[in-house]
């Protein structure tokens, strides 16, 4: 196994010896991490701070990840399951929200979207480590419209949406080249036009039923508080056991 090494300021990170991005890691027998530690954040969830309204709470976490968090704060990890029950996850971008749900935008031919195609029921999860916060939301996935999807695509670089059409989401394909001559091509096509709005193209909104707010604390006796959607469209919540 490779070996830890401990780093300043009392956190303990594995010993890479340097920059090791390319697969050349000598690890031929694993690595025992078990000694990685995170330290106290001091931040607490109680249940009189917390606001009836789950979006609203979110928005709180949400604002502050995003002045804390260096990089891709609206990152999460999006779970969804096959028609035959075998569960798939990613990253994919938050792009906005509110009392309606959660949206991103994706290829509407992709493996998570003929996950979706049989199962509406998925996951969403943030985790911000700065404040060790975990956000779990449950829910089901719908198309947005075609009209709210073109919103979001025109205010899009060109790049990204040359991008959309060049890529065949989760097919597999036989070489990079492959993949940049398409894009020459789909450069090439729309010169000097505005990119088209592919149809196979869009936004999903994950409708919340379920929203778990996680607060990390000291001996593991974290704070979690989970709010489920009734009928009248008012939130229950619960504690949870951490
Ligand atoms: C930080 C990050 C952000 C990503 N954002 C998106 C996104 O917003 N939409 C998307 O379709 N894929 C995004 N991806 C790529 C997905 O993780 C995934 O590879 C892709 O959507 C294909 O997934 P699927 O084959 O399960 O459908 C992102 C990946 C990373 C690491």
């Given at each position: 196994m490779s070996a830890i090494g401990t780093a300043a300021e009392g956190a303990i990170f594995p010993d890479?010896?340097?920059?090791?991005?390319?697969?050349?890691?000598?690890?031929h027998d694993g690595m025992?991490?078990?000694?990685l530690r995170r330290s106290a954040t001091g931040f607490v969830l109680d249940r009189e701070d917390l606001n009836e309204n789950p979006i609203v709470q979110f928005e709180g976490w949400f604002r502050h990840a995003c002045a804390?968090?260096?990089?891709?704060?609206?990152a999460m990890s999006f779970a969804t399951v096959d028609s035959d029950g075998r569960p798939s996850i990613r990253t994919v971008l938050l792009k906005y929200f509110d009392a309606k749900g959660f949206v991103f935008f994706t290829n509407y031919e992709s493996k998570k979207a003929i996950d979706i195609d049989g199962n509406a029921n998925v996951a969403l999860l943030f985790f911000w480590s700065d404040a060790a916060r975990q956000v779990k939301i449950r829910g089901k996935a719908e198309r947005i419209s075609a009209a709210e999807t073109l919103k979001y695509f025109i205010s899009r670089p060109r790049g990204s949406q040359i991008g959309a059409w060049v890529s065949a989401q989760s097919s597999v394909i036989s070489s990079r080249a492959l993949l940049e001559t398409k894009f020459q091509e789909v450069k090439q096509k729309f010169k000097k036009k505005e990119v088209p709005l592919p149809s196979f193209w869009g936004g999903y909104r994950v409708v919340p039923q379920q929203i778990e707010f996680w607060q990390g604390r000291r001996n593991r006796m974290h704070d979690r508080f989970q709010y489920s959607r009734q009928d009248d469209g008012t939130w229950e919540i619960e504690r949870l056991a951490p």
């Open positions: 890479m010896g340097g920059d090791d991005t390319t697969g050349t890691g000598t690890g025992n991490v078990s000694d804390s968090v260096p990089m891709d704060p609206n």
